[in-house]
């Protein structure tokens, strides 16, 4: 197994849903509010229309984060690329757009910023969803910092790692459960991604002695980000890009 350590090319902050709350998660928009703060690295959820184009959206339904109404997995793309993502969040977003994968990997190129792909299949759809995200990634990140991939689903994870081997995966988890070296080792992951709640100095030395890197998400607090850092943990992921202590990021290493 590759030692994740060795193959993390990836600053120490990433930005939650690619803008954290500066900006309507998971769009574009988000990356605007990376560049103001030196933000090197965007985190976003990836799922799929009911015509299989891979798009951005955090939950099932679109009800909470567009103007569209019902479960996104019954909507063509054609129908989601007319939704309104940007005005729950205020009037200076109207008009802002779901974005699609291809998109997301334009802005990545175009602003040099390297992207954790979550995998966020919606309901029944976890199998499909892995593999297309997967595919598509490593022809959309050619020539980039290679994306990093997480998913809460196993079998999401499974295919991902199927469709595109070369592609690192990160496996996400709430708690970090008793039997998670069998399931990184399963999986051949790079990282292991975890709610900092749940991380403490001795886990996250268990888990860097097995060659893996550590994220912790959502982290909002200044203190606690210093903390994890002091831990050793290699990747923060927050909401707050415009608190959290700007020494902690970093350049982009070179792609490997
Ligand atoms: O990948 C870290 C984090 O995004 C996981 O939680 O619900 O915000 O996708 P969620
Ligand atoms: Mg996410």
């Not at 030395?205 to 994890?228: F, S, W």
Request: proline share 5%; glycine share 6%.
């Amino acid at each position: 197994m590759a030692n994740g350590i060795d193959r993390w090319p990836y600053p120490r902050l990433v930005a939650h849903r690619c803008g954290g709350t500066l900006a309507p998660e998971n769009t574009l928009a988000g990356f605007d509010a990376c560049m103001r703060y030196g933000y090197r690295m965007v985190e976003f959820d990836a799922k799929l229309s009911a015509d299989n184009e891979v798009f951005l959206l955090h939950d099932d339904t679109l009800d909470r984060t567009t103007n569209g109404h019902g479960a996104a997995a019954e909507h063509s793309w054609q129908q989601l690329a007319t939704l309104d993502a940007g005005a729950w969040r205020g009037q200076q977003f109207d008009g802002t757009r779901l974005p699609t994968l291809a998109e997301a990997a334009q802005r990545c190129k175009r602003d040099n910023i390297a992207a954790n792909i979550e995998i966020k299949p919606c309901p029944g759809r976890d199998v499909i969803t892995g593999t297309l995200v997967a595919q598509r990634a490593s022809t959309l990140w050619q020539g980039q910092t290679p994306p990093l991939l997480s998913s809460f689903s196993f079998d999401a994870l499974t295919a991902a790692r199927d469709a595109a081997p070369s592609l690192q995966r990160g496996m996400l988890f709430e708690e970090v459960p008793t039997d998670w070296l069998r399931i990184v080792r399963e999986l051949e992951c790079v990282s292991l991604h975890a709610s900092h709640r749940y991380l403490s100095e001795p886990l996250v030395a268990q888990i860097h002695a097995e060659g893996l890197c550590v994220l912790a998400y959502t982290v909002n607090d200044p203190a606690r980000a210093r903390l994890l850092a002091q831990w050793g943990v290699d990747m923060i992921c927050t909401d707050r890009l415009d608190i959290l202590p700007h020494d902690m990021l970093s350049a982009l290493a070179d792609p490997a």
